[in-house]
């Protein structure tokens, strides 16, 4: 009597979606990051790291995190995904757009 190897996984598929957590749509930001490490998010203000607080947003994106301000949660308490588009323009001044 042999077991075909493809039986199990079949079964353990068809789990009702109903169990699937109904995630948040991602939410996206575009970060420019200008000469000096300033950099604005989305259209905002250009913003400089002598700053405290603009430190820390670029210290967490080098390593990978999503800055603290971008992070949300939805009615439900799940963490909202979050994209970020970088846009490297660190040979430009801001002011030269």
Known sequence: GGTSV???AAEAGSKPAA??????????FK???????????DDGEVRHPTDE???AFMEDL?????????RERN?????V???INL????GHDPSQG
């Open 6 to 8: 493809g039986a199990g």
């Open 19 to 28: 169990a699937v957590i109904d995630k948040p749509p991602p939410k996206t």
């Open 31 to 41: 970060v420019t990051v200008w000469k000096g490490n300033s950099f604005q998010i």
């Open 53 to 55: 607080v603009n430190r």
């Open 62 to 70: 080098s390593q990978g995190f999503v800055p603290v301000e971008l």
């Open 75 to 79: 009615e439900s308490g799940m963490p």
């Open 81 to 83: 995904p979050v994209n």
């Open 87 to 90: 846009e490297d323009r660190r």
